[in-house]
């Protein structure tokens, strides 16, 4: 399809800008809205999960307050002796 062939409003959109393979920049139209088109990492679930899904989630078990206090304990419980 040659550019005249093509309405103005798709020919006129904001592209993409992705870095491609060869070093180019992708060329298809960047979702509304948004920096990137769908292939991109645009599209509606992209990102990472949100919660206790994701996998960097701090629960609280190992934050470094919860480390602290089991240092504490720790301590404590090594001043008494074994029986």
């Known amino acids: 399809m040659s550019i005249d062939n093509q309405p103005a409003r ?5 592209r993409c800008g992705a870095r ?3 070093g180019g ?3 298809k139209p960047a979702l509304r809205g948004r920096p990137r088109c769908q292939i991109h990492g645009c599209g509606k679930g ?4 949100k919660g206790e899904r994701n996998g960097s989630y701090k629960h ?3 934050t ?3 480390e602290a206090e089991n240092d ?3 301590a404590i ?3 008494f002796p074994k029986s």
């Open 10 to 14: 798709l020919r006129n959109a904001p």
């Open 20 to 22: 491609t393979r060869s």
């Open 25 to 27: 920049t992708c060329q």
């Open 46 to 49: 992209a990102g990472a999960p």
């Open 60 to 62: 609280g078990r190992f």
């Open 64 to 66: 470094v307050e919860s």
């Open 72 to 74: 504490a304990l720790r």
């Open 77 to 79: 419980l090594k001043a």
